[in-house]
């Protein structure tokens, strides 16, 4: 059974920086995208950014490109998304995610087959 368990959130100023990890464990994680999906009060899950276990691609939502990071340690079977710059609007619960189908790196909600529980991020202004 696929287990994925986010840790790292917190509270944090805006212009500061936070790293998420993703512990993966159950699966063979080397076919999977990873990937990192927020949700906001009131708002719909959003994709936020993924990576191919096996050589690494990544993609990443526009709202976050050139702030946040992912990268994934394949011998601790961790995947992390490193933010800096944070703004108010990245406040929301931010869930890991497995696509085991993964052919190309995607952003789209319901590709993803397994989900962490979520951990929350606040950024005040």
């Known amino acids: 059974q696929v287990q994925l368990v986010e840790s790292g959130g917190g509270l944090v100023q805006a212009g500061g920086s936070l790293r998420l990890s993703c512990a993966a464990s159950g699966g063979t994680f080397s076919t999977y995208t990873m990937g990192w999906f927020r949700q906001a009060p009131g708002k719909e899950r959003e994709f936020v950014a993924a990576i191919r276990w096996y050589g690494g691609n990544t993609r990443y939502a526009d709202s976050v490109k050139g702030r946040f990071t992912i990268s994934r340690d394949t011998a601790k079977n961790t995947v992390y998304l490193q933010m800096d710059s944070l703004k108010p609007e990245d406040t929301a619960v931010y869930y890991c995610?497995?696509?085991?189908?993964?052919?190309?790196?995607?952003?789209?909600?319901?590709?993803?087959?397994?989900w962490g529980q979520g951990t929350q991020v606040t950024v005040s202004s």
């Open positions: 995610a497995a696509d085991r189908s993964a052919w190309s790196v995607s952003g789209t909600l319901s590709d993803y087959d397994y």
